[in-house]
């Protein structure tokens, strides 16, 4: 379920465990060169084919470490919570193009590192060979890792709309009582936990007294389950994403120098 994902990814960065602390690293460790484009290679078509495609690998993953500080940057200072809906709907347009971003680059990055792999098949150099795919695996590593900090972003979004479409104004209450002379919310059973019993009916006249939203879904919204604001909830996402940074920069330190390697020996 995306609500319980978001809702369990806010409380684990409110609590410092979205993710693994690192290791401490050892002294005088060697530092991972930076990833960065192949700038020569051996002027025949198979080697130019190669770098073609993994330059484009490169590029498009450190384009979307570049899309991953707006993103945190944006959930830093977006606003869902002061009651404006124009700045929360702006906002979450802005974070939904943001994740949008992230997985097309990574769409587009599998795509390169798919025709490296293809041509690693018909390299006979086998330290090539091996080169090249210890760079695939690498940077799929550090792909993989965006592509699951948008999915955790497009999700986030997602959520927030859904209850935003779900909130039952004052007109829809009318009509509630007026067709069947109540005020309670039905609930609605969720197929995929049948096992759980579903939640009481919510009363419309609670919200008059400020105790809480009512949705047509009879359920709580994120906010209500963790106790944060949708704002507060945004900051979450933004310490969280930004703990993933450094296993990130840490795979395509590790692609840096097999791709370098393939180039020499292409």
Same mark, same amino acid.
């Given at each position: 379920?995306?609500?319980?994902?978001?809702?369990?990814?806010?409380?684990?960065?409110?609590?410092?465990?979205?993710?693994?602390?690192?290791?401490?690293?050892?002294?005088?460790?060697?530092?991972?060169? =930076? *990833? %960065?484009?192949?700038? $020569?290679?051996?002027?025949?078509?198979?080697?130019?084919?190669?770098?073609?495609?993994?330059?484009? /690998?490169?590029?498009?993953?450190?384009?979307?470490?570049?899309?991953?500080?707006?993103?945190?940057? $944006?959930?830093?200072?977006?606003?869902?919570?002061?009651?404006?809906?124009?700045?929360?709907?702006?906002?979450?347009?802005?974070?939904?193009?943001?994740?949008?971003?992230?997985? $097309?680059?990574?769409?587009?990055?599998?795509?390169?590192?798919?025709?490296?792999?293809?041509?690693?098949?018909?390299?006979?150099?086998? %330290? #090539?060979?091996?080169? &090249?795919?210890?760079?695939?695996?690498? &940077?799929?590593?550090?792909?993989?890792?965006?592509?699951?900090?948008?999915?955790?972003?497009?999700?986030?979004?997602?959520?927030? #709309?859904?209850?935003?479409?779900?909130?039952?104004?004052?007109?829809?209450?009318?009509?509630?009582?007026?067709?069947?002379?109540?005020?309670?919310? =039905?609930?609605?059973?969720?197929?995929?936990?049948?096992?759980?019993?579903?939640?009481?009916?919510?009363?419309?006249?609670?919200?008059?007294?400020?105790?809480?939203?009512?949705?047509?879904?009879?359920?709580?919204? =994120?906010? #209500? %389950?963790?106790?944060?604001?949708?704002?507060? *909830? /945004? $900051?979450? /996402?933004?310490?969280?994403?930004? %703990?993933?940074?450094?296993?990130?920069?840490?795979?395509?330190?590790?692609?840096?120098?097999?791709?370098?390697?393939?180039? #020499?020996?292409?």
């Amino acid at each position: 379920m995306i609500a319980k994902g978001i809702v369990a990814l806010a409380l684990a960065a409110s609590t410092g465990a979205a993710s693994p602390a690192p290791s401490p690293a050892p002294h005088a460790a060697p530092v991972l060169p =930076p *990833l %960065k484009v192949i700038v $020569r290679v051996k002027a025949t078509t198979p080697c130019t084919r190669m770098a073609v495609h993994a330059n484009a /690998a490169i590029l498009l993953a450190l384009r979307n470490d570049a899309t991953l500080q707006q993103t945190i940057t $944006r959930l830093r200072t977006v606003n869902l919570s002061d009651g404006n809906r124009i700045d929360r709907r702006n906002g979450l347009s802005d974070l939904s193009n943001l994740a949008g971003r992230l997985l $097309r680059n990574a769409r587009d990055a599998d795509r390169e590192t798919g025709k490296i792999l293809n041509f690693a098949k018909s390299v006979k150099d086998p %330290k #090539e060979k091996a080169a &090249l795919v210890a760079f695939v695996n690498a &940077l799929g590593g550090a792909v993989g890792r965006q592509r699951k900090t948008a999915r955790d972003l497009d999700g986030f979004v997602v959520t927030l #709309e859904a209850y935003d479409s779900m909130r039952i104004n004052d007109t829809q209450a009318s009509m509630q009582h007026f067709t069947t002379g109540y005020y309670a919310v =039905p609930t609605v059973s969720d197929p995929t936990q049948i096992d759980v019993a579903p939640p009481m009916d919510r009363d419309w006249i609670a919200i008059y007294s400020g105790h809480y939203p009512v949705y047509w879904n009879g359920g709580e919204s =994120p906010s #209500e %389950k963790t106790g944060y604001s949708d704002t507060q *909830l /945004a $900051r979450l /996402a933004a310490r969280d994403f930004q %703990k993933r940074l450094p296993a990130i920069a840490g795979d395509e330190s590790s692609a840096a120098q097999p791709i370098l390697a393939a180039a #020499e020996h292409c």
